[in-house]
């Protein structure tokens, strides 16, 4: 085990190495710009990123649109955008998922909803309840 010493200007170990303080290796908490997965349905691989400040989609590699409002519906585990574009995510990775595109949306300021009510069809978007979440 490591033994420590504080002194005035931050933690030192024995070996004399900072450990805390103005002489300390500093460190960066990288947070991830990107949230993949492959649909269970169409098997694309879907990809959301924020590219300046913009939530992106891109489909199989290729830029597909700007994401202007995120839709979730966690009963069937799908994925929308502004226009009714909808992902299947594969079941095991949803929770993961929703963490990563909460996070995405918030990063892009980009309204991210929950989608309450039985899964059915694009359409029935526009009557289903939805519950704001306010990400930015």
Not at 7 to 28: E, I, K, N, Q, R
Not at 58 to 83: C, H, M, P, T, W
Not at 112 to 135: K, N, Y
């Amino acid at each position: 085990r490591r033994q420590t010493t504080t002194a005035l200007f931050g933690t030192a170990a024995d070996d004399g190495a900072p450990v805390s303080g103005p002489s300390a290796a500093s460190f960066t908490r990288l947070v991830s710009r990107g949230a993949s997965f492959v649909s269970r349905i169409t098997k694309d691989k879907v990809t959301f990123t924020v590219t300046d400040g913009v939530l992106e989609l891109n489909v199989n590699g290729v830029f597909s649109k700007q994401v202007s409002i995120l839709r979730i519906r966690s009963a069937s585990a799908e994925v929308f955008d502004q226009d009714g574009w909808s992902a299947a995510v594969p079941h095991h990775q949803f929770a993961r998922l929703e963490e990563k595109l909460r996070g995405l949306a918030y990063c892009a300021a980009v309204p991210f909803l929950g989608i309450l009510g039985p899964a059915q069809d694009a359409g029935s978007l526009r009557t289903s309840g939805v519950l704001l979440e306010m990400t930015a």
